[in-house]
């Protein structure tokens, strides 16, 4: 997925991780999964692909996608992908690599559209506003998020758990945060504190406060802004 390189001062992309090894049972990735980390950053449409490439694509995302609707995502498997999509298996793990893989490609849309809000929407989420009113407004948004696609984020987190940390999406969000963070408190290490606040909204911690401990989004909210002002 190629995108136009981020503004001063946005992470640049790095691969996703390798492809986990598939259940025993399943078929073998013949080779290395493409690159289908979360976009690093917005404006830039995927590469071309041939038609048929992309027919197929939008069919297996479109079956795993059902799926998760009439099962939750714990049920995706790429041997029922395939079935479903009516596509070989062997296409959807060289088109995807596992199903970690797959699910984060069915949050791709999603992500887009919360770039293109905090990076170039109407403030206060995106510029024009004071730095401490965007992050309220980037940490309000990433709340609500979390909480409306939290079964997929956490059946993705648990799939492969290191992955959010290495994708493209990740990155771009942790730059954001951290110069919004350097510009509220100069001098600071904004680059860790970026990291720890980011790490409250880990899909395995969302989903023990907002399943485990139901707790209200604005309970969440308020909680978060009241973290990142203690001893200030």
Do not use: C
């Amino acid at each position: 997925m190629s995108t136009r390189e981020p503004r001063t001062g946005d992470a640049a992309a790095t691969p996703p991780p390798p492809a986990s090894t598939p259940a025993s049972g399943s078929t073998p990735a013949p080779s290395p999964a493409p690159a289908l980390g979360l976009l690093p950053t917005v404006g830039g449409g995927p590469a071309p692909e041939r038609a048929d490439a992309a027919r197929n694509r939008r069919k297996i995302l479109d079956a795993a996608a059902r799926i998760v609707a009439e099962d939750g995502p714990q049920a995706v498997t790429m041997n029922q992908v395939a079935h479903a999509s009516g596509i070989g298996v062997g296409t959807v793990y060289r088109r995807f690599g596992d199903v970690s893989q797959l699910l984060w490609a069915l949050l791709d849309d999603r992500e887009r559209q919360f770039q293109e809000a905090y990076m170039s929407g109407p403030p206060p989420l995106g510029p024009g506003a004071p730095a401490a009113e965007r992050l309220d407004a980037f940490l309000d948004a990433l709340v609500d998020r979390v909480r409306a696609q939290r079964e997929i984020l956490l059946a993705a987190h648990s799939a492969a758990p290191r992955a959010r940390y290495h994708s493209g999406a990740y990155r771009v969000m942790h730059t954001h945060m951290t110069l919004l963070i350097g510009e509220l408190r100069p001098g600071s290490d904004a680059t860790l504190l970026a990291h720890l606040a980011l790490a409250s909204f880990s899909p395995d911690v969302m989903h023990h406060l907002t399943v485990e401990q139901e707790l209200s989004s604005e309970r969440l909210k308020a909680g978060v802004r009241e973290l990142l002002t203690l001893r200030a």
